[in-house]
């Protein structure tokens, strides 16, 4: 009995919060109440799963978020230039230690590899130019051999974990490059006497594409 006083107090007071329509006025509240004990829980069982759902949108890194929206892009979408998430601002979740290991740094690795192998994002190309070499080469060039041999980038610390997903993630864009480049295959993100040499050999490479 005690549940059931307490069940209809809390749904007289939420639906009662809800505003009527200028066309249900007054007795727009009347209209919406449940017509028994089960409809009224469904109705309230509906409205925990809502409340569920923005507590979860709410709890989200906001990198999580932006990582999906880059993901939902359309092609059109990918080629501006403006007011859209980028795949230099995913090198940024990927190689950042406060953020969590796979549903931050791992997917936004993932979702920078789909955007330039399958999804056409042209900074990522691999047969448009910048210059002499393709827009990929100048991006990885730019934006991530970098962390291959440095401690610190832009005065934040590189952790093992930036190393191995930044060595992963151009090991997927080029996989034939370790083969002409056994330096590349050797790379061990927790031994330091392997990062100059690969990142040297990275640095080859991508001129030369």
């Known amino acids: 009995m005690q ?3 307490f069940v209809l107090v809390l749904a007289l ?6 505003p009527a329509s200028a066309a249900d006025e007054p007795i727009g509240v009347r209209k919406r109440m449940p017509k028994n004990l089960a409809a009224l829980e469904k109705r309230l069982d509906d409205l925990g799963s809502r409340i569920s759902r923005l507590l979860e949108a709410a709890n989200k890194d906001p990198a999580q978020q932006k990582i999906e929206m880059y993901k939902k892009y359309t092609p059109k979408e990918l080629k501006k230039t403006r007011g859209r998430v980028d795949a230099e601002e995913l090198v940024g ?13 791992q997917a936004a690795m993932n979702a920078i590899y789909e955007g330039g192998a399958f999804r056409g994002d042209p900074e990522l190309s691999d047969s448009e ?3 002499s070499r393709t827009k990929r080469a100048h991006f990885c060039d730019k934006q991530l051999i970098t962390y291959l041999k440095n401690l610190k980038v832009d005065g934040k610390p590189v952790d093992r974990f930036a190393r191995k997903l930044v060595s992963d993630l151009l090991r997927k864009f080029y996989p034939g490059a370790e083969r002409t480049h056994p330096e590349i295959r050797i790379y061990n993100q927790d031994n330091e006497k392997t990062w100059k040499s690969a ?11």
Not at 13 to 18: E, K
């Open 93 to 105: 979740f990927m190689v950042d230690k406060n953020k969590d290991f796979t549903i931050v740094r």
């Open 3 to 5: 549940r059931v006083s």
């Open 129 to 131: 130019k910048s210059g």
């Open 13 to 18: 007071f939420l639906l009662g919060a809800q």
């Open 199 to 209: 990142y040297n050999a990275w640095y080859r490479f991508l001129k030369k594409n």
